[in-house]
């Protein structure tokens, strides 16, 4: 019989399948030699340790990860679309990124681990960071369109405390206002000056990185359940697009309440 050649990246993979399957601290070394079908001895012909395996595998993921984007570099297809529109589908398109293999595990391990290694807890980071720098980007363009919403309730942007800015707003109505309170009117989001988007995108960036946490964790233990459907073959399942669909509308409430 030939022998099996295995290599770095096919032992990575091979921890990663069983990281999801079982967590990553319980894999040992001789989960990833039965998963390849090799003798344990020989994993240590490219690692020192299952630790070394962990943290190359940290670094793997956090890596392929960086190439994916919030909001695609080619976002042309957005310009026609009003900004609830526009931001329901770039939210839509991220998280079924993450339905798909590898993302799907990647993302998975990455943030069980974020709470034991300070590695994927910078990937970790890293990627609530993209989402924040997109999403200001996306909102400057939008802005400089003036295709800007004003908020519900009709004063505009909240500050990033949460504070409402209708307060301020009555009391420039009431006559209470002087000559140099023109600076403490409301701003909406057309209005709002960069840092105040900047720092409302990073809150807005973190509500999504835990919604899309959720979102994965109610998705594994959906193929735990169902493990005729193979790791990672979310589309092999019914699809149930309503928790989804609730997490956009928050998503496009955020910006829009």
């Given at each position: 019989m030939?022998?099996?050649?295995i ?6 993979q ?5 990281a ?25 012909n ?9 943290e190359?595998?940290?670094?793997f993921?956090?890596?392929?990860m ?17 900004f609830?529109?526009?931001?329901a589908?770039i ?14 595990q990647?993302y998975?391990?990455?943030?069980s681990?974020?709470f034991?290694?300070?590695e ?19 909102i ?6 003036g ?14 405390s949460?504070?409402?800015t ?10 209470a206002?002087d000559?140099?309170?023109?600076g ?33 964790v ?12 193979g ?5 092999a ?6 928790a ?7 998503a496009?409430?955020?910006w829009t309440?």
């Amino acid at each position: 019989m030939a022998k099996k050649r295995i290599d770095r990246d096919k032992i990575i993979q091979a921890f990663l399948t069983c990281a999801f399957e079982k967590s990553a601290g319980a894999v040992s070394l001789a989960d990833i030699a039965s998963l390849l079908g090799v003798n344990k001895a020989s994993l240590y012909n490219h690692f020192s340790s299952r630790d070394a395996i962990c943290e190359a595998a940290i670094d793997f993921c956090a890596d392929y990860m960086s190439g994916v984007r919030f909001i695609p570099e080619s976002a042309d297809s957005l310009a026609p679309l009003s900004f609830s529109d526009a931001l329901a589908k770039i939210v839509k398109q991220y998280f079924r990124s993450y339905e798909i293999e590898p993302l799907f595990q990647m993302y998975a391990f990455i943030h069980s681990s974020k709470f034991f290694s300070s590695e994927a807890s910078r990937a970790a980071e890293r990627e609530t960071q993209k989402i924040a720098d997109d999403t200001a980007s996306f909102i400057a363009r939008f802005a400089a369109e003036g295709k800007l919403p004003l908020a519900e309730n009709g004063y505009g942007l909240k500050d990033v405390s949460g504070a409402d800015t209708k307060a301020k707003a009555e009391k420039q109505t009431d006559g209470a206002t002087d000559a140099g309170s023109a600076g403490d009117a409301p701003h909406t989001l057309q209005t709002a000056p960069p840092d105040a988007l900047k720092k409302r995108a990073m809150f807005f960036a973190r509500e999504l990185s835990a919604e899309l946490s959720a979102y994965i964790v109610e998705k594994k233990e959906t193929l735990r359940q169902n493990p005729e459907s193979g790791a990672g073959s979310l589309f092999a399942l019914p699809a149930d697009d309503s928790a989804l669909a609730k997490i956009i509308a928050r998503a496009v409430s955020y910006w829009t309440r």
